[in-house]
Structure formats: C-alpha cells, structure tokens
C-alpha cells in the first residue's frame, strides 16, 4: 500500500495518502462504522448511508481546489479518516475544512495528523485560512483545528459555530511539505 507511513501516540501504524475515485467502497464501510453521534458531529444532521453523488463527490476530487487525504490501517487496509476541503470560488486564500475518524480510532491523534497534512498541502496551494462549522459542544475537533494554527469564532449559530483558522506559511523548498 502506499502512503506515508505514520505511528500514533498509542503506537499504531497508518497510511496517509490523497484519496483517489478508487476509495468509494473506503468511505462506503468507513461510514457504517460511524455512530449516530459521529454522523450527526460531522454532518450537523442524523443521516443513513451515503448517495452515489456524494461518494463522487467525496472521491473524485482535483486535489487543488477540493483535496482530501485519507487514512488507512496499515495492517488491515481498512478506510479509519479522512480530511478534506473545499476552496472558497470568490477568495480562493480561504477553503472550507473537515475531518471525520471513525469512532474505534477516535482519540488516537488521528484526526490531528490528517489535518495537519491536509493544511501543509493547502498551505502549499495558497491557502490561508480555513473555515468550519461545526458543533459548538464538538470540543475534539475544536482541539484538533487549535493545532493546526489560531482559530477565531467568527459566528454562532445555536447549537454550532463558525470558525476561521490561520494556517501557517508552508515551509520553504527541500524543508519538507507535499
């Protein structure tokens, strides 16, 4: 398999690599394997299973404007992550963001390093800020968008926020970076 080869702060090994059309059957078991409150975290709605148009639109992907990078068991091959986002058409140093994990690898750091390397390429690209909504109670993914750089509330909106973060520059030529 390839992909780049990442330990976990528990010890497990994953692959991170761009998603490709090829995944669809990926995000098809990857999304059974998300619990109702996952779903709902990810998707801000209680939701079955996945259409054909959004598996496409999920896979199918230029990797410049809309990019995502997956993470995959090293061991089992099976689908556990994935981080994506979608540039802004009228300010295109801004994209949307999100990540989801599936819940037996949630609180492993996964989600930190998929969106880490997700920000790195996007950094590369030209992007500057990121945006998300998300559950204002979504304390995790809250955690993970701190890491990657500053985040500001820009907006509230009931139960869920909006939120802007600041990527930092991408590092220099031969300094690593996609």
């Not at 059957?25 to 996945?50: I, N, V």
């Not at 801004?94 to 996964?110: F, M, S, Y």
Request: charged share 30%.
């Amino acid at each position: 398999m390839q992909g780049e080869r990442v330990t976990l702060r528990d010890g497990s090994e994953v692959l991170i690599r761009e998603v490709r059309p090829d995944d669809k059957p990926l995000f098809e078991a990857g999304f059974a394997r998300l619990g109702d409150r996952s779903r709902y975290q990810r998707f801000l709605s209680f939701r079955g299973g996945l259409t054909e148009g959004e598996l496409a639109f999920f896979t199918e992907l230029d990797h410049d404007d809309h990019d995502a990078v997956g993470a995959i068991d090293a061991r089992t091959g099976e689908g556990l992550g994935v981080a994506r986002l979608l540039r802004l058409r009228d300010d295109p140093s801004r994209a949307e963001a999100a990540a989801t994990v599936i819940d037996p690898w949630q609180g492993r750091g996964l989600g930190t390093e998929i969106m880490r390397r997700l920000c790195d390429r996007a950094a590369a690209r030209g992007v500057r800020r990121l945006s998300a909504t998300l559950l204002a109670s979504n304390r995790a993914m809250l955690a993970v968008f701190e890491r990657v750089g500053p985040v500001r509330v820009v907006a509230r909106y009931g139960v869920t926020i909006e939120i802007e973060v600041e990527l930092p520059p991408p590092p220099p030529p031969g300094e690593g970076g996609p």
